[in-house]
């Protein structure tokens, strides 16, 4: 019984991550439509305001089952704000080189996952996981300034008739993407490489924190480079 009861503790705290990284990215075509409504500046304002406010509740949390809400839907949509907007706007900087500076960018993820790991665990160590998430909503409203460099978009890429926002999101629904076999085998191909890559995350600390430690950064770098 308390086995069972330990692994039920488990898989409830493992949902609150999950939610998180889940809601990031399963709202990625809402979060694209309100990029091009609103313009990638003012939502990735709205996303770094969102995920302070989200680790900053999460501190104060009372129980496992209000972070579902604090942690995982609002920073997971907070994050996804923060995440596409980053990518979109590269369009405004970069007319030939997009694709490297894509890679680029991505390099950066991953360079930083290297250090967030370290300095998430000393934080950790040091003050709890409620001072951690404190100290981490401190280095998430620094991307409120990052958000404010956005340049807006240029005035040629502006339509004469602006679009509703009722209408771009109505073109999510368009079934003609998915009559394209390439474009379903990659959106299958890429949803079974993110099932495989949370792993390390979770299985391999319970067996060995040393190497998992080591491991799930290399994982994290090369994965973003990719």
């Not at 209000?66 to 590269?90: E, V």
């Not at 709890?128 to 404010?148: D, I, N, P």
Request: net charge positive; hydrophobic share 50%; with cysteine.
């Amino acid at each position: 019984m308390q086995i069972c009861n330990i692994s039920l503790f488990y898989l409830y705290t493992a949902w609150v991550g999950s939610l998180g990284y889940g809601f990031l990215f399963v709202i990625g075509p809402v979060t694209t439509a309100l990029c091009e409504h609103f313009g990638c500046r003012v939502m990735a304002c709205a996303g770094s305001v969102l995920a302070t406010f989200s680790l900053l509740v999460t501190s104060f949390a009372p129980s496992i089952a209000s972070m579902y809400f604090t942690y995982g839907m609002l920073w997971g949509t907070g994050g996804s704000f923060l995440f596409f907007s980053g990518l979109l706007i590269l369009r405004f900087y970069f007319n030939r080189n997009i694709s490297l500076a894509n890679g680029i960018t991505m390099t950066g993820a991953g360079f930083g996952t290297l250090v967030f790991n370290v300095v998430l665990q000393e934080l950790d160590d040091k003050y709890g996981w409620r001072g951690g998430m404190r100290v981490l909503s401190v280095f998430s409203a620094l991307t409120f300034l990052c958000g404010c460099a956005f340049i807006p978009p240029p005035a040629d890429y502006l339509a004469l008739e602006r679009p509703s926002l009722w209408f771009r999101l109505k073109k999510l629904i368009d079934p003609r993407p998915w009559r394209d076999q390439a474009f379903t085998m990659w959106v299958l191909s890429l949803s079974f490489i993110l099932f495989a890559y949370f792993f390390p995350y979770t299985y391999l600390v319970s067996k060995s924190p040393a190497i998992a430690f080591i491991l799930v950064q290399c994982i994290s770098s090369s994965f973003k480079e990719f």
